[in-house]
């Protein structure tokens, strides 16, 4: 099974990611975390993503196409994948559908994550995450159980975006309704969207991303 999660920044799509890749055993493919690292790396890639992230737009289509369409052909994908975070934009959802049919995949659905605006700035302002292994966290939303400590390997380490600042959230939110939202239409006329309340709590929405999932 392939599906793609679609929503604003700050709507949960890399904590329901997480989740799914653990119950469901797809993999996760956030071209977030593929550019941050990159950008750690200081990779030619990441040179050339490193300032539009920063600004909170988005980087050159052909940048992320590239890296995607070269992730997919792994071998740790052919069980299925979750794209969080791609495609955003028409030419990287034409490029997808090109990617997909080139390689005999399916798209079996597109889960729209809706959340209001008003609520993204401190979702994302109070993101952090674990700097070992990466699991995610927020100061109010979701603490680890032993404050200051990893619930799932223990490190003691966590670590904060660059972009998450209440100022790139304007920047993110307003690519992402220019950008990102006229995808909503493209993949409901195919026929794969499914909406769901990403304003729930991060459990409840957990169980209607589940309930989606087993009806495909
Ligand atoms: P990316 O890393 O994809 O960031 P984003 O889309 O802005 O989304 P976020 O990661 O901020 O949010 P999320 O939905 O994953 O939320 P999370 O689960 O963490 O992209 C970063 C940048 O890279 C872009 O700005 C762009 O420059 C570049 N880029 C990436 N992909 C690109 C592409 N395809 N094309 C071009 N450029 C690209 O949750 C947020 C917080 O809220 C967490 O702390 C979490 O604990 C909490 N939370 C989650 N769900 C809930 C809930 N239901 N209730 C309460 N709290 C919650
Ligand atoms: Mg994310
Ligand atoms: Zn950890």
């Known amino acids: 099974m392939n599906i793609i999660l679609l929503g604003p920044p700050g709507a949960g799509k890399g904590t329901q990611a997480q989740r799914i890749q653990d119950s469901h055993h797809m993999i996760q493919l956030s071209t977030g975390d593929m550019l ?3 950008v750690e790396a200081g990779t030619e890639v990441g040179l050339k993503a490193k300032a539009f992230m920063e600004s909170g737009g988005l980087v050159p289509d052909e940048v992320v196409i590239g890296i995607i369409s070269e992730r997919i052909d792994q071998p740790d994908c052919k069980d299925g994948f979750i794209l969080d975070g791609f495609p955003r934009t028409s030419a990287q959802a034409e490029a997808l559908d090109k990617m997909l049919e080139e390689k ?4 079996n659905a597109v889960i729209e994550m809706k959340v209001e605006d008003e609520v993204l700035a401190d979702r994302v302002a109070g993101r952090y995450s674990c700097a ?4 995610g966290y927020h100061d109010t939303f979701l603490q680890p159980k032993v404050d200051g400590v ?3 390997c223990g490190s003691t380490e966590f670590k904060r975006r660059a972009d998450d600042n209440r100022e790139t959230v304007i920047s993110r939110l307003e690519a992402y309704h220019a950008q990102t939202a006229p995808l909503l239409p493209y993949y409901e006329g195919k026929g794969v ?3 769901i309340d990403g304003m729930a709590s991060i459990d409840e929405v957990t169980k209607q991303i589940n309930h989606v999932l087993s009806a495909l």
């Open 104 to 107: 005999s995949l399916k798209l």
């Open 150 to 152: 990893c619930d799932s």
């Open 132 to 135: 070992k292994c990466g699991a």
């Open 193 to 195: 969207l499914r909406s």
């Open 36 to 38: 941050r690292a990159a």
